[in-house]
């Protein structure tokens, strides 16, 4: 049951901390990337200027709150004692994260997502319990400093070939023109950032990427 509900939720899947919302108020953002219908968020609170502790608590809590008004799972990034603090519905953590077999006896049955670059990441992932793994950085990302090169829809197809038959969402550089190659390489899911906060029309760039998804 909650292997299926993963696939279906990560079709669209929306990452964002204060950072990428320029001037933006985030709690707006998520409710016009929620209209424009993604389908997962999480709140990724990264970069110098990063909000830490009470501030990133309180920020955290009401885009929690407009997650469950919209029954979108709320996922957080890295932190996970937040992630416990709040009963978010899942977190997700990166090789230089906190190990994932233990976030996940700390999480119990919450939605667990690794990052992985490689296929003997991808074991470990799975054999530690994770529900979904992200793989990339599939195009040039300007969304995280310390990213990977970009290795292309091909990585999504290298995993596939490998037998690695986890729900598995691409990620770096997606966008509306690019996206439909992340999903016919095998990936049940994009996640974006900057294609979705960096958008004029937030709304309508969420709808545009939709329409790709399908
Ligand atoms: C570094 C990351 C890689 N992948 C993902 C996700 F898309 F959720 F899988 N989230 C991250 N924060
Ligand atoms: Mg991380």
């Known amino acids: ?3 299926q509900k993963i696939e279906e939720h990560l079709s669209l899947y929306f990452i964002m901390g204060s950072a990428n919302c320029g001037n933006r108020d985030p709690v707006d953002v998520l409710k016009q990337a929620i209209d424009g219908g993604i389908t997962l968020f999480q709140y990724r609170e990264k970069g110098e200027a990063a909000l830490k502790d009470r501030e990133k608590y309180r920020l955290a809590e009401k885009l929690q709150r407009v997650c469950a008004d919209a029954e979108i799972p709320f996922m957080v990034n890295d932190d996970v004692e937040l992630a416990i603090e709040l009963d ?5 953590v990166g090789q230089d ?3 994932a077999r233990f976030v996940r006896r700390r999480m119990g049955n919450k939605i667990l997502g690794v990052s992985a670059h490689t296929i003997d990441e991808a074991h470990q992932a799975i054999h530690d319990g994770a529900d979904y793994l992200g793989i ?3 195009f040039p990302t300007a969304s995280k400093a310390d990213a990977k090169k970009a290795q292309g829809p091909e990585l999504i197809k290298h995993f596939r070939n490998q037998e690695i038959n ?3 969402v691409g990620i770096g550089g997606i966008t509306s023109a690019n996206a439909q ?3 016919e390489a095998g990936a049940d899911g994009v996640s974006v950032i900057s294609a979705i906060a960096g958008a004029e029309n937030i709304q309508k760039a969420t709808e545009e990427l939709k329409t ?3």
């Open 88 to 92: 978010a519905d899942g977190v997700h």
């Open 181 to 183: 190659e992340v999903i």
């Open 1 to 3: 049951m909650k292997q």
């Open 97 to 99: 994260d906190e190990a």
């Open 166 to 168: 986890v729900p598995i």
């Open 136 to 138: 990339g950085p599939i």
């Open 212 to 214: 790709k998804l399908r």
